[in-house]
């Protein structure tokens, strides 16, 4: 099967953060990472499958709100019209990105399932559950103990779940996303070792690393919320995720 390109619309973000990237912290445009990834040469090798935005019908305890629950990774479009969201790695154990348009709490509480398959079934395991976690963009650290570590070239599906009627499944909203570690090259890791955050946000974001560049672009704004360079990333982000500005929140995980 063909590999599946970005979307048009996800194109436009990571040429715009890669154009923040490439005049503000000093890297040449002849580093293509991100136009590579951009043109779908990134070395992605699964065909996974998720939804951007959550789905469900019934609202439950859940309010209306004008911004869906969002998965914070690209999204691509198969030749069939089908659309997934994939995001890349190399870390074992990554911090996943999501949108919350509304505060999880005891009686909204959210859970982070994995996908795993036993024979020919399909089961969906609860990794980590939520009972506090702020409106806005929230970064899910898998946990060590209930995710055996990410393999490169394997990609796992997850599932983010704000269980809007504890009784009522159909008033569930969720969100899928795909993540695939990729292999960290000996020259990056050499990089990295001595790289500032800022730099490392542009090593990571030349070589199409989706999740490293996010995590770090909000755990420095966390550190240097005045960082007027990660401030221009950051709102050029939450911008072309047609979302509204909030500060990045990494929270910790409570595990089953």
Known sequence: MNQPKPSTRWGRLIGAISLVLFTTLGSSPAQAGWFDWLLGRSPVSGTPTGRRTGGGDRSGSCPKSNTSLTALAPLYKAKDGQQFILGSTVSTHPTLWFYLPYEINENRPAELRIEERQNTYRLDRTIVTLTKA????????????????????????????????????????????????????PALRNQLETASPNEQVNLYGNAGIWFETLTIVAQSLQRSPADSKLRTIWTQFLKDFNLPPREPHLLGSTSN
């Open 134 to 185: 702020p409106a806005g963009v929230i970064g899910v650290p898998l946990p060590p103990d209930q995710v055996a570590p990410l393999k490169v070239g394997e990609p796992r599906y997850f599932t983010f779940v704000i269980r809007c009627d504890p009784k009522d499944s159909s008033a569930n909203k969720f969100v899928g996303i795909s993540v695939e570690r990729v292999p960290l090259s």
